[in-house]
């Protein structure tokens, strides 16, 4: 369990005082159960504490700490260094920022940019229905609420829309695309043209090709696509 | 070298905000709501309100649905009076519980996703501490979403505070408090991204910046947890209160601390020694694996004294047993998904199947920034500072004395946030807006950046970092006594002027994480003592602070322990008596909240 490797970490640097980038090679002594947060604290303390990566809950439920490696998006929290090792079939990684908004410096990007995306999807109820006659809560059957409860796990982590070939191109997005579809599937969302533009707007649902990149790399194994396709499908 | 620090340029609002968390944000909700217009600013550490730490909180939130055919408020008052060992304050239990229903009926409508019932109501499942009939069954009580209770209320605040036209401003700590005539007229902050610092001018500031124990070598806690709240409000010069109960929760995840929710515990799961006992029936035989947090922790830790504990190889830790293998395969993929998830993918062992080891983890400070009810700070023992709010976990109303049930957080977060918003455009009525900058204002901040930069020495970050969480850990942990205070103490006076000479990593303002973080450190090591102070203070034991030397509660503690340190460890105490309104009114059970012993 405890088996320890080396393993070369291949870091995309960027300092934004001389905007030069390159690339820094780390070789690590590393406990196998470590997550790639604690690799990187690691480099941090023994070797170079000039690297900056993000993170914040650290257990994969913030969305905060998307990183690139070995091609895949993935959350640095929650991968191991025993699993990523079998995973990738390797003990080199190469660790690449998000490519959804601008590099602040090394791992860290702009990521408060890319929220700009999610706040298009309006995220709150944009006219809730009126309340129950027993003025407490709207009655919401189990059966209605599991058709999107998925959905509402995501984390906005921006993995998905990483790997989204079309999320690069004047898509709105996986994620964001998806927020806007479970305020539709929400039964208390009244404002259902406001949100079907959104949905359809220029660039709305069909800007997505439906390969599923999104459903692969989503590490909370959302099946984003699948909403993406009620969207288009008009079901909701 | 040499850089001479300037605030970059001043802006303005209404409504400052320090920390877009649960709390923050309900507070910055109620005032859209009820003042539209109102410019506000919330701040936050991370990239979006969304990821501040309430979003990671699984359980629920405690409220008593006023149909409900056999809870009622008087109980959950009850109890949380109980939990606390006697010591919050009645006339905030009171407030709280009454509006906790009505809050999670604003969740709901404002588009939180509660789990729900066959008829479609809000579900609810038991938790540790929550009875019916003053102690005698488990309380069908906290209403939750799935086990990610927090990230449904999380969204919802942010979701509406994004409607409101909340000004959100993240990557950015607030450094220091502005103060002019007594008054609290903004923040200096830093932003990160461009390495400066901005002055934000505010008729009212709301301090909610969460919570603050990662100062513990386990902890439930994010990186940003590092008590900056507290360290501004000690700064400035005011109290804070109850500091030294911290509250170790009994299931952290082997290893780095993650926690696993008393959710699972309220779904049935049991806790075992090494022997595969049940052993929790013998330290509290009706609570069981639902009593209070401090004692099951207390519990565990003497299993594992006694020898009775296990010991895992890969973290080199000792821990105990989580049972959720009797749980329908329903109960682990629907009610309890993300924690099953988080222990196949950070501990390696599957629920369903095996046994989960867990050890305690420091997740909770009940102690804070001293409030009355309304969420004003208090300034000294009589009044408050005007134009000065806080809520949520940095704050002490105080609903939860020196132990909280679970579930009374995410309770106090929103009925507070409301409260406190409330609070805030009732005092924006009359509030002026501030002339201009104070001409002192970034001296503080100024002063402890131009040290870091201008560090000259050999210490390492990392090697403090490590020797203040195993020390707080060790000797101001679940376990303390005189003796081992008194070398807390000690140490982490050598720790603070250690961290003087940590050269940092490079001069370069911009996304410069290595500096951001030896300020936090320093708030780490400032707050660390406050705690070690007022438990070395306190000579007795009340909920989660438990003195070895001092095994029992004693009257002569009735009261809340108010620490003033305007420079390290210059500390000076202070006595803010315990709210007895309820026992004081003299009406039904009124006796029930008199000084009652604590058993489960
Ligand atoms: C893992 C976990 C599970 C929990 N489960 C439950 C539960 O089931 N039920 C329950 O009742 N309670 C639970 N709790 C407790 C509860 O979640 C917390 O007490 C609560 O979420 C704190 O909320 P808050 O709004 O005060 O702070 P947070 O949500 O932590 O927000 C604080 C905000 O302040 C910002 N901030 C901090 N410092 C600064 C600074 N210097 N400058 C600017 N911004 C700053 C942060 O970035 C953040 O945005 C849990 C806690 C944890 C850790
Ligand atoms: S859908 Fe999945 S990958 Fe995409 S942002 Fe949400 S959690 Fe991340
Ligand atoms: S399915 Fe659509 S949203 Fe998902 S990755 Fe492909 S194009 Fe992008
Ligand atoms: S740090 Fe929160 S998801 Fe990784």
Redesign the interface.
């Given at each position: 369990?405890?088996i320890s490797h080396t393993i070369t970490l291949e870091i995309n640097r960027y300092?934004?005082?001389t905007e030069l980038s390159w690339i820094h090679t780390y070789q690590v002594e590393a406990?196998?159960?470590l997550?790639f947060v604690?690799v990187l604290r690691k480099i941090?303390?023994?070797q170079?504490?000039?690297l900056?990566?993000?993170?914040?809950?650290?257990?994969?439920?913030?969305?905060?700490c998307g990183i690139i490696v070995n091609g895949k998006p993935l959350l640095a929290c929650?991968l191991?260094v025993k699993d990523a090792v079998e995973q990738f079939n390797t003990h080199t990684f190469k660790l690449k920022p998000l490519t959804i908004a601008p590099v602040?410096?090394d791992l860290?990007v702009?990521?408060?940019k890319?929220?700009d995306r999610?706040?298009k999807a309006?995220?709150?109820?944009i006219k809730?229905a009126p309340?129950h006659r027993?003025g407490?809560?709207?009655?919401?059957?189990?059966k209605t609420?599991e058709i999107y409860?998925e959905a509402?796990?995501c984390?906005?982590c921006f993995c998905c829309a990483t790997a989204c070939i079309s999320s690069h191109h004047h898509f709105l997005g996986p994620n964001t695309t998806m927020a806007n579809m479970v305020?539709l599937m929400?039964p208390?969302e009244r404002a259902r043209k406001e949100r079907m533009d959104i949905l359809y707007r220029e660039d709305g649902v069909y800007r997505c090709h439906t390969a599923r990149a999104c459903s692969f790399v989503c590490p909370k194994d959302i099946d984003v696509s699948h909403f993406l396709a009620l969207g288009k499908e008009g079901k909701f | 070298m040499g850089k001479t620090l300037t605030v970059d340029s001043t802006s303005r609002c209404d409504v400052l905000i320090i920390g877009a968390g649960g709390a923050g944000l309900r507070a910055a909700a109620q005032i859209g709501e009820q003042r539209p217009g109102t410019s506000i600013i919330a701040l936050t550490?991370?990239?979006?309100p969304?990821?501040?730490?309430t979003?990671?909180a699984q359980g629920g939130m405690a409220a008593v649905?006023p149909?409900d055919p056999v809870d009622r408020a008087i109980f959950h008052m009850f109890d949380t009076w109980k939990g606390s060992d006697c010591s919050a304050d009645q006339n905030v239990i009171k407030k709280l519980c009454a509006i906790g229903w009505e809050e999670?009926?604003w969740l709901?409508?404002?588009?939180m996703?509660?789990?729900?019932?066959?008829?479609?109501?809000?579900a609810k499942r038991p938790f540790g501490g929550h009875m019916l009939d003053f102690g005698e069954t488990l309380a069908f009580r906290a209403c939750y979403e799935?086990d990610?209770t927090g990230?449904?209320i999380m969204?919802?605040v942010?979701?509406?505070s994004?409607?409101y036209g909340v000004n959100f401003i993240?990557?950015c700590i607030a450094t220091e408090l502005l103060c002019k005539d007594g008054h609290c007229i903004g923040a200096i902050i830093f932003r990160?991204?461009e390495g400066k610092f901005f002055a934000i001018l505010a008729k009212a500031t709301i301090i909610a910046t969460g919570g603050k124990t990662r100062m513990y070598l386990v902890s439930s806690n994010?990186?940003?947890n590092t008590g900056d709240g507290l360290a501004l409000a000690l700064n400035t010069g005011l109290p804070v209160m109850d500091l030294e109960a911290v509250q170790f929760h009994p299931t952290g995840m082997v290893?780095?601390g993650?926690l696993a929710s008393e959710a699972l515990r309220g779904e049935g799961a049991i806790l075992r020694n090494k022997d595969e006992e049940p052993f929790m029936e013998r330290y509290a035989p009706t609570a069981k694996d639902l009593a209070p947090r401090d004692l099951i922790s207390r519990a565990i830790i003497q299993e594992i004294r006694e020898g009775r504990g296990l010991f895992h190889?890969?973290?080199n830790a000792h821990h105990v047993w989580l049972d959720l293998r009797h749980l329908p395969k329903e109960v682990h993929e629907k009610k309890i998904q993300?924690v099953c998830?988080?222990f196949k993918?950070?501990v390696?062992v599957d629920p369903e199947k095996d046994l989960c080891p867990v050890t305690p983890t420091a997740h909770y400070q009940m102690g804070g920034i001293p409030t009355n009810e309304f969420g004003e700070v208090q300034g000294d023992t009589h009044g408050i500072v005007p134009g000065l709010f806080a809520c949520g976990e940095v704050a002490a109303a105080s609903l939860h004395g020196l132990n909280r049930l679970g579930t009374n957080s995410l309770l106090e977060l929103i009925t507070m946030g409301r409260v406190t918003g409330e609070g805030v455009v009732e005092y924006l009525k009359d509030a002026k807006d501030p002339d201009g900058l104070p001409p002192d204002a970034g001296h503080i901040i100024f002063d402890q950046f131009s040290t870091y930069l201008h560090a000259q020495g050999k210490e390492?970050?990392?090697e403090i970092r490590d020797t203040l969480r195993n020390l707080m850990m060790e000797k101001v942990g679940i376990f303390r006594s005189e003796k081992s205070l008194l070398e807390a103490v000690d140490d982490l006076g050598e720790l603070k002027e250690r961290a003087t000479h940590i050269p940092?990593?490079?001069t370069?303002m911009?996304?410069?994480?290595?500096l951001w973080q030896i300020w936090e450190l320093n708030n780490l090591i400032t707050v660390s003592m406050v705690i070690a102070q007022g438990a070395l203070a306190r000579k007795e034991s009340r909920g989660a602070h438990f003195r070895e030397d001092y095994p029992k509660r004693s009257d002569e503690f009735n009261y809340h322990t108010l620490v003033y340190m305007p420079k390290f460890n210059t500390v000076t105490f202070d006595k803010r008596p315990i709210d007895m309104s309820i026992f004081e009114a003299k009406g039904d059970h009124y006796e029930l909240f008199d000084y009652i012993q604590r058993e489960y």
């Amino acid at each position: 369990m405890s088996i320890s490797h080396t393993i070369t970490l291949e870091i995309n640097r960027y300092d934004p005082d001389t905007e030069l980038s390159w690339i820094h090679t780390y070789q690590v002594e590393a406990s196998g159960i470590l997550r790639f947060v604690d690799v990187l604290r690691k480099i941090n303390d023994e070797q170079d504490p000039t690297l900056a990566w993000p993170s914040s809950c650290e257990h994969a439920q913030c969305g905060s700490c998307g990183i690139i490696v070995n091609g895949k998006p993935l959350l640095a929290c929650e991968l191991l260094v025993k699993d990523a090792v079998e995973q990738f079939n390797t003990h080199t990684f190469k660790l690449k920022p998000l490519t959804i908004a601008p590099v602040l410096r090394d791992l860290v990007v702009d990521l408060e940019k890319a929220y700009d995306r999610v706040h298009k999807a309006k995220p709150y109820l944009i006219k809730p229905a009126p309340p129950h006659r027993d003025g407490d809560e709207y009655r919401i059957s189990p059966k209605t609420l599991e058709i999107y409860s998925e959905a509402t796990r995501c984390i906005n982590c921006f993995c998905c829309a990483t790997a989204c070939i079309s999320s690069h191109h004047h898509f709105l997005g996986p994620n964001t695309t998806m927020a806007n579809m479970v305020r539709l599937m929400d039964p208390r969302e009244r404002a259902r043209k406001e949100r079907m533009d959104i949905l359809y707007r220029e660039d709305g649902v069909y800007r997505c090709h439906t390969a599923r990149a999104c459903s692969f790399v989503c590490p909370k194994d959302i099946d984003v696509s699948h909403f993406l396709a009620l969207g288009k499908e008009g079901k909701f | 070298m040499g850089k001479t620090l300037t605030v970059d340029s001043t802006s303005r609002c209404d409504v400052l905000i320090i920390g877009a968390g649960g709390a923050g944000l309900r507070a910055a909700a109620q005032i859209g709501e009820q003042r539209p217009g109102t410019s506000i600013i919330a701040l936050t550490k991370v990239f979006s309100p969304q990821k501040s730490h309430t979003t990671t909180a699984q359980g629920g939130m405690a409220a008593v649905d006023p149909k409900d055919p056999v809870d009622r408020a008087i109980f959950h008052m009850f109890d949380t009076w109980k939990g606390s060992d006697c010591s919050a304050d009645q006339n905030v239990i009171k407030k709280l519980c009454a509006i906790g229903w009505e809050e999670v009926v604003w969740l709901e409508r404002h588009g939180m996703h509660f789990s729900r019932t066959e008829e479609g109501r809000i579900a609810k499942r038991p938790f540790g501490g929550h009875m019916l009939d003053f102690g005698e069954t488990l309380a069908f009580r906290a209403c939750y979403e799935a086990d990610r209770t927090g990230k449904g209320i999380m969204d919802t605040v942010w979701a509406e505070s994004l409607k409101y036209g909340v000004n959100f401003i993240g990557q950015c700590i607030a450094t220091e408090l502005l103060c002019k005539d007594g008054h609290c007229i903004g923040a200096i902050i830093f932003r990160y991204p461009e390495g400066k610092f901005f002055a934000i001018l505010a008729k009212a500031t709301i301090i909610a910046t969460g919570g603050k124990t990662r100062m513990y070598l386990v902890s439930s806690n994010c990186r940003g947890n590092t008590g900056d709240g507290l360290a501004l409000a000690l700064n400035t010069g005011l109290p804070v209160m109850d500091l030294e109960a911290v509250q170790f929760h009994p299931t952290g995840m082997v290893g780095p601390g993650i926690l696993a929710s008393e959710a699972l515990r309220g779904e049935g799961a049991i806790l075992r020694n090494k022997d595969e006992e049940p052993f929790m029936e013998r330290y509290a035989p009706t609570a069981k694996d639902l009593a209070p947090r401090d004692l099951i922790s207390r519990a565990i830790i003497q299993e594992i004294r006694e020898g009775r504990g296990l010991f895992h190889e890969g973290h080199n830790a000792h821990h105990v047993w989580l049972d959720l293998r009797h749980l329908p395969k329903e109960v682990h993929e629907k009610k309890i998904q993300e924690v099953c998830s988080f222990f196949k993918r950070f501990v390696g062992v599957d629920p369903e199947k095996d046994l989960c080891p867990v050890t305690p983890t420091a997740h909770y400070q009940m102690g804070g920034i001293p409030t009355n009810e309304f969420g004003e700070v208090q300034g000294d023992t009589h009044g408050i500072v005007p134009g000065l709010f806080a809520c949520g976990e940095v704050a002490a109303a105080s609903l939860h004395g020196l132990n909280r049930l679970g579930t009374n957080s995410l309770l106090e977060l929103i009925t507070m946030g409301r409260v406190t918003g409330e609070g805030v455009v009732e005092y924006l009525k009359d509030a002026k807006d501030p002339d201009g900058l104070p001409p002192d204002a970034g001296h503080i901040i100024f002063d402890q950046f131009s040290t870091y930069l201008h560090a000259q020495g050999k210490e390492k970050y990392a090697e403090i970092r490590d020797t203040l969480r195993n020390l707080m850990m060790e000797k101001v942990g679940i376990f303390r006594s005189e003796k081992s205070l008194l070398e807390a103490v000690d140490d982490l006076g050598e720790l603070k002027e250690r961290a003087t000479h940590i050269p940092p990593g490079t001069t370069c303002m911009r996304t410069n994480q290595d500096l951001w973080q030896i300020w936090e450190l320093n708030n780490l090591i400032t707050v660390s003592m406050v705690i070690a102070q007022g438990a070395l203070a306190r000579k007795e034991s009340r909920g989660a602070h438990f003195r070895e030397d001092y095994p029992k509660r004693s009257d002569e503690f009735n009261y809340h322990t108010l620490v003033y340190m305007p420079k390290f460890n210059t500390v000076t105490f202070d006595k803010r008596p315990i709210d007895m309104s309820i026992f004081e009114a003299k009406g039904d059970h009124y006796e029930l909240f008199d000084y009652i012993q604590r058993e489960y």
